[in-house]
């Protein structure tokens, strides 16, 4: 879906302003080394997204958005793009 990145980087910026930038920063060297220690410390927990809404729930929530798969554009989207072009 496609406000899922957007929901991402919301997420990160907010725990960022919670965990980093909750005081004030006296100058613009010590923000730059406290986002960085906090960076390297949320990239070394590794943490993940859980995505919940799936493309079939898009399929059925937004059937205006996506068209209904058939048997032949499933087993077309599978091959290479030649595929498709009787190539």
Excluded at 32 to 45: C, G, I, L, S, Y
């Amino acid at each position: 879906m496609y406000t899922s990145w957007l929901k991402v980087a919301e997420t990160e910026l907010s725990e960022l302003a919670r965990q980093c930038l909750d005081r004030r920063i006296p100058d613009r060297d010590t923000l730059a080394r406290e986002v960085a220690a906090w960076e390297r410390k949320r990239n070394a927990a590794v943490t993940g997204v859980r995505w919940q809404f799936t493309t079939a729930d898009a399929r059925i929530k937004l059937s205006k958005l996506y068209p209904a798969r058939t048997k032949r554009s499933r087993a077309r989207s599978r091959c290479f793009p030649s595929c498709s072009t009787g190539r």
